[in-house]
């Protein structure tokens, strides 16, 4: 007999490994195209793109925050009061022409 002849036996057994595959293939593939598989698949990548969104929010606001520092605050933790003042004055200021104008419209 030569390598290329298979008897039934052999045959059969290969049919069955193979109708094992295709089972095996198709039970996955219903795994992946169920509803919940689908909308859990969907809200994992929500989550993620959200978490991704979040995490870039947070940089840039921690980013914003330690410029702001850098700017009232040395190098050495010591407070700058030759620019603390200019902007305390005029939230000060502000404050005044808010309630100023605020009573002013009362009045009217």
């Known amino acids: 007999m030569s390598d290329d002849v298979r008897t039934p036996a052999q045959i059969e057994a290969e049919i069955a490994r193979r109708r094992q595959d295709l089972a095996a293939t198709l039970d996955e593939l219903a795994v ?3 509803p919940v598989t689908i ?5 994992a990548k929500a ?7 979040v995490g870039q ?3 840039a606001a921690n980013r914003a925050v330690s410029r702001a520092k850098a700017h009232f605050v040395t190098d050495e ?3 700058r009061p030759e620019r603390i003042l200019p902007v305390a004055v ?3 200021a502000l404050i005044f022409a808010v309630t100023g104008l ?3 419209r009362r009045r009217r």
């Open 32 to 34: 992946r195209v169920h």
């Open 39 to 43: 909308a859990r698949d969907t809200k």
């Open 47 to 53: 989550v993620s793109t959200v978490d991704h969104t």
């Open 57 to 59: 929010a947070y940089v």
């Open 77 to 79: 933790g010591a407070p």
């Open 90 to 92: 005029a939230g000060v």
């Open 102 to 104: 605020s009573a002013w």
